[in-house]
């Protein structure tokens, strides 16, 4: 009892204005190399892999899936209660194993070596994730401050757009050498391993203790969580195509590598400010509204990768892409947190467990469509689909949420 009153006057004094900062500073650094860099990349370096390789377009599908299978793994894992009291431990081994793993992705050639590698890496971004957010927004919620939520969630674009410009830079000094693809790699470890300093000298000891003692109850299902979770499952499937796939439809539509480049870049700002921006709207259309207009609004950028000339697709497209993934992947675990207030880890942890399985799903239809099609203008129909239904399926409960 003594040990958790001490926690608790330590996070009361974590809470004050200038450890808040350093709290949503951590969480952004933590963010941005375990899933901007540790996930994301594979997507602005995948071109180049599947010509210096060579990969297929059902070999990048295979291995992007490989990595959402380690995400549900670690997603699930980190349901249960075993790392309580070992949250901060847990989110810096998880980045530490992050900047390994993108090393060995530039030590071998084999395919399903590649599979193996991004299973383990999608076990470590759940876990960081996880934990972090865990630790993270305990902070931000007792303090009341939502900007350390925007800070954190905005880590992920702000990785993007980094390792965009790193592959660019890495491109340029390689010159379209075979071998550039192995130097992004090794640069993504590089930068994951610097940040692993920085998290752990900015991150909290740990979450927030609650008042609740012992083990979290089980999750009181609902038709609004049902529904929730069913869309942000679905969700996972339909922004995963784009997400994998943008600069490869860039590079098959002939459109050079700046707009290859820009595509990603745009689509990590947009990202990176996605919840800053999304704010002002929380309040007047609540959660639900936003929730689904972040929905739709990415279905139509979806589409706009194939409809619109090739010249600006991927433009237009990364731009509504980034605005809208980050803002439904945050505002769909709060609306999770608010369904089941008395069981935040189980909830955040079977939400994204949804996430990850129609994440599994989509790189490997969209891989065999493409493979069959010789285009990714099928897959991508079936992406905007998707999150149509996504919006759909939330839109009868969105005014209670």
Not at 78 to 86: E, K, N, V
């Amino acid at each position: 009892m003594l040990q958790r009153d001490k926690h608790n006057m330590l996070a009361r004094n974590e809470t004050l204005p200038g450890n808040l900062f350093k709290t949503g500073l951590a969480g952004a650094i933590a963010m941005a190399a375990a899933m901007g860099f540790g996930r994301f990349s594979y997507t602005p370096i995948l071109p180049s892999m599947m010509s210096g390789v060579p990969l297929s377009a059902a070999d990048a599908g295979f291995i992007a899936s490989a990595n959402f299978v380690g995400y549900l793994v670690g997603a699930v894992l980190a349901a249960y209660g075993w790392a309580t009291g070992w949250e901060r431990k847990v989110a810096l081994l998880a980045l530490a194993a992050t900047a390994l793993l993108l090393a060995a992705m530039a030590m071998t050639t084999s395919v399903p070596a590649f599979a193996v590698i991004r299973f383990l890496a999608g076990v470590a971004s759940a876990f960081a994730l996880v934990f972090s957010s865990q630790i993270v927004l305990s902070h931000g919620a007792l303090a009341g401050n939502d900007h350390v939520q925007a800070a954190h969630f905005g880590g992920p674009g702000a990785g993007i757009a980094l390792s965009s410009v790193m592959v660019l830079l890495v491109g340029l000094l390689f010159d379209g050498s075979a071998g550039a693809w192995r130097a992004s790699w090794i640069g993504g470890a590089i930068y994951s391993a610097a940040s692993l300093l920085a998290v752990w000298w900015l991150l909290p000891e740990g979450p927030v203790a609650s008042a609740q003692h012992g083990k979290e109850p089980k999750i009181a299902w609902s038709l609004p969580m049902v529904l929730v979770t069913a869309s942000y499952g679905l969700f996972g499937f339909g922004y995963v195509i784009t997400g994998t796939f943008l600069v490869t439809i860039a590079r098959m539509d002939a459109t050079g590598p700046t707009v290859e480049f820009l595509s990603w870049f745009i689509a990590g700002l947009t990202a990176s400010v996605a919840l800053f921006a999304w704010k002002p709207f929380v309040r007047p259309l609540g959660l639900g509204r936003v929730y689904v207009a972040a929905l739709l609004i990415e279905a139509v950028g979806v589409l706009a990768t194939v409809l619109l000339p090739h010249s600006v697709a991927p433009l237009i497209g990364g731009a509504l892409f980034g605005a809208t993934f980050l803002a439904i992947t945050a505002y769909g675990l709060q609306i999770g947190r608010k369904l089941s207030p008395v069981s935040p880890r189980r909830i955040l942890a079977t939400m994204t467990a949804a996430f990850g399985t129609g994440q599994i799903i989509g790189p490997i239809v969209a891989g065999w469509m493409a493979e069959r099609t010789g285009s990714f203008t099928t897959p991508t129909y079936a992406a905007a689909g998707a999150l149509l239904v996504c919006a759909m399926l939330v839109m009868p409960v969105a005014r209670r949420l």
